[in-house]
């Protein structure tokens, strides 16, 4: 089972500022098959990126992916309030696809 | 506009079993593999496992592999997720989810969600 780990658990920002989240997974992820996903309180979770960098449709472009190999970063640029919310990493490189134990994204 | 829309919230006993149902329209249901996605309360996202509408086929997550069985019926476009044997620690809410791209299981379109909560 590929772990992935996220960090930080909590990343306090104001709007207008950069978030970097990042996800650390234990073993290689192959082809960089890493997707990002939000959730919001009471929603069900919204693809942001597969591929580890391409955004999914309708994605604005301040969300951005990058990495490759065990490390991969979701880089939000010009954070704007509805962007606060929970992020989530998952992996499909292997059969048994996991997740990450998410980021919340607060307002400081 | 593709839908999931899914079953209500249910409430268990521990020992008993829930079937959780997930309609799917606005697209050719055989068409796209089903996932099913549990997260407890306050927790992170926990896969459980597949189903291939087009033939039935499925794939279960081997933590609930003698507990969960996925099924569907397409005639009215519906994917079914049933977990027996429940205890506390199965108290969730469960999604359904489609994946987009075969063979690349990240998931564009998902249900509202379904709370299973597992009380004496």
């Known amino acids: 089972e590929i772990v992935l780990t996220q960090s930080p658990g909590t990343l306090s920002l104001s709007p207008g500022e950069t978030a970097t989240l990042s996800c650390r997974a234990s073993?290689?992820?192959?082809?960089?098959?890493l997707a990002w996903y939000q959730q919001k309180p009471g929603q069900a979770p919204r693809l942001l990126i597969y591929?580890?960098?391409s955004r999914a449709t309708g994605i604005p472009d301040r969300f951005s992916g990058s990495g490759s190999g065990t490390d991969f970063t979701l880089t939000i640029s010009r954070l704007d309030p509805e962007d606060f919310a929970v992020y989530y990493c998952?992996?499909?490189?292997?059969?048994?696809?996991?997740f990450g134990g998410g980021t919340k994204v607060e307002i400081k | 506009q593709v839908q999931l829309v899914q079953s209500g919230a249910e409430v268990k006993k521990p020992g008993a079993s829930v079937k959780v149902s997930c309609k799917a329209s606005?697209?050719?249901?055989?068409?796209?593999?089903i996932h099913w996605v549990r997260q407890a309360p306050g927790q992170g996202l926990e896969w459980m496992g597949w189903?291939?509408?087009?033939?039935?086929?499925?794939n279960y997550a081997q933590k609930f592999q003698d507990r969960v069985t996925m099924i569907r019926d397409t005639s009215i476009s519906t994917a079914y997720m049933e977990l027996s044997r429940l205890t506390s620690d199965d108290t969730a809410v469960y999604y359904c989810?489609?994946?987009?791209?075969?063979?690349?299981?990240?998931?564009?379109?998902w249900g509202q969600g379904t709370l299973v909560t597992v009380s004496s």
């Open positions: 989810a489609r994946v987009w791209r075969a063979y690349y299981p990240t998931f564009d379109y």
């Open positions: 606005g697209y050719t249901f055989i068409g796209y593999y």
């Open positions: 189903i291939n509408p087009n033939n039935g086929g499925t």
């Open positions: 073993q290689s992820v192959i082809s960089g098959y």
């Open positions: 591929d580890a960098s």
């Open positions: 998952q992996q499909y490189g292997s059969s048994l696809l996991t």
